[in-house]
């Protein structure tokens, strides 16, 4: 019984910093929630993305319901994106499931997955700013018509491996790549769209992980617990802080964090 108040405690613990750290900078959980889970608490690495995908399923259909109040959902995006992350979910979760009991070796090369999403998602918070500003600068290089459909599934399944096989990548890397394809997008509709589209790729990828027993439910009511007030705590403290300085501090950290899970 002791054990188990200590678990929750710690649970509860990681949902709250976690959500503070969404609140204060808008990345998503995913990027924070399992390397913290993975490194600090020693979950196993596919329990730690089985349940984050069932965590940010949850939190993300919220989000989803206030923007779409809002108008800020890009549908016809959230359409193309859905084709590409669908099915290279589908197809990454049957290709686990294929791949039978877990090994060292396959918690090996989840941790280096985890890590190589976590060093992509800080490259993309470093580098946004100037990646946008050649987008921008070069319109020519756009895809357009039919080759912009295109490019937009492409970019919806290889977010759609990243997710499955390691919850990282529908937060930073996701709104990165759609503003580099639609830079005339509000900020306000980036956001919109990226949560959109990332409600029922996790909503699926963690239905598939429950499937494969990597949910966690009491390590997932804990996480809720926790981050609930503490993103909505967050967002309060982000008016009082900058924010080119609070993502740089991130990134740093989470180029740490993806060096040493790689390494590891």
């Excluded at 984050?52 to 359409?79: C, E, P, Q, Y």
């Excluded at 005339?184 to 963690?206: F, M, Q, R, W």
Aim: charged content about 10%; glycine content about 10%; overall charge positive.
């Amino acid at each position: 019984m002791i054990q188990y108040f200590i678990d929750s405690t710690q649970f509860i613990i990681s949902g709250a910093l976690v959500g503070l750290l969404v609140g204060m900078t808008g990345v998503g959980g995913g990027s924070l929630m399992t390397p913290l889970l993975t490194i600090i608490f020693g979950v196993a690495p596919t329990t730690a993305v089985g349940t984050d995908l069932a965590f940010a399923a949850i939190t993300k259909g919220f989000g989803t319901a206030a923007h779409r109040l809002h108008g800020n959902v890009r549908w016809d995006i959230v359409r193309l994106l859905c084709i590409g992350s669908l099915t290279t979910a589908v197809i990454s979760i049957l290709t686990l499931k294929f791949v039978g009991p877990v090994s060292k070796n396959f918690n090996h090369f989840i941790s280096v997955s985890i890590g190589i999403s976590v060093l992509l998602t800080a490259i993309s918070l470093l580098f946004r700013a100037k990646i946008l500003k050649w987008v921008q600068d070069n319109p020519k290089f756009l895809p357009s018509g039919s080759r912009l459909k295109v490019a937009t599934i492409a970019v919806g399944a290889v977010i759609g491996v990243l997710v499955t096989i390691s919850s990282i990548g529908a937060g930073a890397i996701g709104a990165t790549l759609i503003l580099a394809l639609y830079p005339h997008l509000k900020p306000s509709e980036v956001a919109g769209t990226d949560i959109a589209y990332a409600v029922p790729l996790t909503a699926l990828a963690g239905l598939g992980h429950w499937w494969l027993g990597n949910v966690h439910f009491d390590l997932l009511f804990g996480l809720l617990l926790g981050s609930v007030p503490a993103i909505w705590l967050g967002a309060k403290l982000s008016s009082t802080l900058s924010e080119r300085a609070t993502r740089t501090t991130l990134a740093a950290t989470l180029f740490l964090v993806g060096i040493k899970l790689v390494s590891s």
